[in-house]
C-alpha cells in the first residue's frame, strides 16, 4: 500500500461545530503531517508527528488540535472554527523521523501527500 | 536557511511542444529537490527528486529535471506537453535529514492548448 487516505474528501460545518478530518497510512513512515492549502497558493505547514509525538506546531490556532493515536493514523480535531478557515487540508507522511530531537531516523524525506479534504466554514 | 523561486507564475504551451518550469533554490545545506504536481481540487504527487545521486533526474509522465548546483537551479522539463499535464507544480526544496519540513515554491500554472 503506497498511499495516503483522507476522510472525509469534503466537509460543510458552523462554526460552532466540532467535527475531526482523518489521515491514514501504512506504508511504516515515521513522519505525518497536516498542511493548510488556500486557493492557488502552496500548503502551509500545520503540524509534524515524528514517532507519534508532536514535534513542530506551526504556531497554529488552538481551535485545531491534531492527535496521533498510532502509527498509521493521524486526526486533526476542529472546534469554533472561523470562516477564513476554509481551505484544503492536506495530510502527507515521510519515511524519516526523529526520536527526542537528536539524530535522524530516516534515510530520506520526500513526503507522500493524499487527496485533501475540503472545507468549508459557514 | 532555504528557500524556492519558481520565475514564472504561469507558462503557456501548445500541446505537443516541449515545456519548461523553471525553479532557484537556495540553501545553507546538501539540500534535497523535489517537483511536485497538484491537478485541480487533488492533492500533490511526486514527480521527481533530486537527493544528492544523479543530478539528471527522470520523473513520472516523462517529466526530468537537472540539477546545476553552479546555478542553484533545478529546472523542470518535458520534451512534448499533453493536455493532461495542465497542472499547478511545485518546486520544493529541504535538508537531507530525518523528518523533514519542506519549503515550497510559490507555484506555476501550466496552461496547455490544443
Known amino acids: 500500500d503506497t498511499e495516503v487516505t483522507q476522510t472525509p474528501k469534503h466537509l460543510v460545518m458552523g462554526m460552532t461545530n466540532k467535527k475531526s478530518l482523518k489521515c491514514e497510512q501504512h506504508?511504516?513512515?515515521?513522519?505525518m503531517y497536516w498542511y493548510k492549502q488556500k486557493a492557488k497558493k502552496p500548503p502551509e505547514l500545520m503540524f509534524v508527528?515524528?514517532?507519534?509525538?508532536?514535534?513542530i506546531n506551526e504556531s497554529v490556532p488552538s481551535r485545531f488540535s491534531p492527535e496521533c493515536p498510532n502509527s498509521s493514523l493521524l486526526n486533526l480535531h476542529l472546534h469554533a472554527l472561523q470562516p477564513e478557515d476554509s481551505a484544503l487540508y492536506l495530510c502527507?507522511?515521510?519515511?524519516?523521523?526523529?526520536?527526542?530531537?537528536?539524530?535522524?531516523?530516516?534515510?530520506?524525506?520526500?513526503?507522500?501527500f493524499g487527496p485533501g479534504t475540503r472545507l468549508t466554514v459557514l | 536557511a532555504q528557500s524556492v523561486t519558481q520565475l514564472d507564475s504561469h507558462v503557456s504551451v501548445s500541446e505537443g511542444t516541449p515545456v519548461l518550469l523553471r525553479c532557484n533554490y537556495s540553501?545553507?545545506?546538501?539540500?534535497?529537490l523535489f517537483w511536485y504536481v497538484q491537478h485541480p481540487n487533488k492533492g500533490l504527487q511526486l514527480l521527481l527528486k533530486?537527493?544528492?545521486?544523479?543530478?539528471l533526474v527522470k520523473g513520472i509522465n516523462g517529466f526530468e529535471a537537472e540539477f546545476k548546483k553552479s546555478e542553484t537551479s533545478f529546472h523542470l522539463t518535458k520534451p512534448s506537453a499533453h493536455m493532461s499535464d495542465a497542472a499547478e507544480y511545485f518546486c520544493?526544496?529541504?535538508?537531507?535529514?530525518?523528518?523533514?519540513?519542506?519549503?515550497f515554491g510559490k507555484g506555476t500554472m501550466l496552461l496547455v492548448s490544443p
Open positions: 520544493v526544496v529541504t535538508m537531507n535529514s530525518g523528518y523533514s519540513t519542506l519549503t
Open positions: 502527507a507522511s515521510s519515511p524519516g523521523g526523529r526520536r527526542g530531537g537528536g539524530g535522524s531516523g530516516g534515510s530520506y524525506n520526500e513526503q507522500f
Open positions: 506504508m511504516g513512515h515515521r513522519a
Open positions: 540553501s545553507s545545506y546538501s539540500p534535497s
Open positions: 508527528y515524528s514517532y507519534e509525538k508532536l514535534s
Open positions: 533530486y537527493t544528492s545521486a544523479a543530478t
